[in-house]
């Protein structure tokens, strides 16, 4: 194991400083949760049952890492509203995708590794967890190094900024007015690793005047233009299902209900085939295409420097991918939660043989960087990666992810959710002469 010095040492030569400071406090994390939800069984036991969830310390980045960021995800959202690119997405887009019932899609979610040459953005999801966990988290910090919490992208409250988005996803659609009903919707939404997250979202919701439950989309009925749960009818679904299309079975009056436009869904199917479809990827670092949709170069710099090189996976395309399969990653079109997906250097043949079955892409693989923390005692590296929310592209919170293994996971000791510290110049964060104890 490193010592700690040549931890340091190392975090310098990769333009990545860290301290090693224990900044979360855990009482506070736990009173927060407490008080958020409203549900005293949320505190202590939902942490310790989760031990891996939250890190112990934070993520450094610095002004030219997020403002990277920032160039990408504006690059990518200029692009997205492009007809031709829309055109392109659709065409491999289910059914249920294809019209757009106004809604962008809120907690939009952009993954980053922060390479040697700048940030790269890994993938995009429509229905990312976390953020709102992020924020409490964010409030249960000691900052003990001149560096700023994770609220630094907004200059508005976040509760505020989160009730809001809600309300314009409602006019996207319906031109004016409020929802009354909101469903927060997953299967089986208690059992979720993330629950605690429904149960914030639904506090902050109450308070901005809302009804809000929190249902499992196979309960729901729906009948004359009316989508219900129980004896209530629902107006809009904050929706975090998995299944993209709305496509099984047991989703089918959720379906049917925004087939027709009765219920305001977001994200919904459309906004996920418009962003998160890993096929996308191919159009967005193919510079050739891009340059043929015309679009401005510095728009196209920005996206080919940002977004590793990504291709469709093929028969055609199988022997030269096998043979450089060490340069690769290798995801599902509709992955989520890093699901079968793989890097290159560790594909069996077997796994080869199920990708070329499956639709996947081939995406050039980008070394994450690395975290040093203390960890029972002594100095361990753990990959990083970055996450920015955003609603409408702009900035809702930051959020890193600490772990171990070939990709992004919630299982790795020492590892989990850890707020993101903005320095204020493109260096090392002051000593604050705690590293050395772990202390904070």
Not at 213 to 233: H, Q, V
Request: hydrophobic share 40%; charged share 25%; with cysteine.
């Amino acid at each position: 194991m490193p010592s700690l010095e040549e931890a340091r040492v190392s975090d310098l030569q990769n333009g990545r400083p860290e301290c090693v400071c224990v900044t979360l406090d855990r009482a506070a994390l736990s009173d927060a949760l407490v008080r958020e939800t409203g549900d005293l069984a949320m505190g202590a036991s939902y942490l310790e049952t989760r031990p891996h969830l939250f890190s112990d310390v934070a993520v450094f980045i610095n002004a030219s890492q997020l403002a990277g960021m920032q160039r990408i995800i504006a690059a990518i959202e200029t692009v997205a509203r492009h007809p031709d690119y829309l055109a392109a997405t659709m065409a491999w887009a289910p059914v249920s995708a294809r019209q757009d019932f106004g809604p962008h899609g809120v907690f939009m979610g952009y993954d980053f590794h922060l390479s040697e040459r700048g940030p790269a953005l890994i993938e995009i999801n429509t229905n990312a967890g976390g953020a709102m966990l992020n924020a409490v988290l964010a409030r249960a910090q000691r900052v003990c190094c001149p560096s700023e919490p994770t609220d630094f992208l907004r200059a508005d409250p976040f509760e505020t900024v989160v009730a809001g988005m809600f309300s314009k996803e409602w006019r996207y659609q319906r031109g004016s007015g409020e929802p009354v009903s909101i469903a927060i919707v997953d299967d089986d939404p208690v059992s979720q690793y993330l629950f605690p997250e429904f149960l914030l979202t639904r506090h902050l919701l109450e308070r901005a005047g809302h009804s809000v439950c929190i249902a499992d989309p196979s309960e729901f009925a729906y009948a004359s233009g009316t989508l219900r749960y129980g004896d209530r009818n629902v107006d809009l679904i904050y929706n975090r299902l998995v299944d993209f299309s709305l496509d099984r079975p047991e989703h089918s009056a959720l379906r049917a209900a925004y087939l027709d436009g009765s219920v305001v869904v977001t994200p919904n199917p459309h906004a996920h085939a418009k962003f998160a479809d890993k096929r996308n990827l191919t159009l967005l670092s193919d510079t050739a295409q891009l340059r043929e949709w015309g679009f401005d170069p510095a728009i196209v710099d920005t996206l080919v420097a940002g977004i590793p090189a990504t291709e469709r996976v093929d028969k055609a395309s199988a022997e030269r991918l096998w043979a450089g399969r060490r340069q690769f990653f290798f995801k599902p079109a509709g992955g989520y939660g890093s699901k079968a997906a793989y890097r290159g250097d560790k594909l069996t043949k077997s796994v080869w043989a199920e990708i070329l079955e499956s639709d996947y892409v081939a995406q050039a693989y980008v070394r994450p960087s690395e975290r040093t923390i203390r960890l029972d005692g002594e100095m361990v590296k753990r990959k990083i990666d970055v996450r920015l929310y955003t609603y409408d592209g702009e900035p809702l919170v930051a959020a890193a992810r600490l772990y171990q293994g070939q990709t992004t996971n919630m299982r790795t000791a020492g590892g989990g959710f850890a707020p993101v510290l903005l320095m204020a110049a493109d260096d090392a964060p002051q000593d604050c002469g705690r590293c050395t104890t772990g202390e904070a």
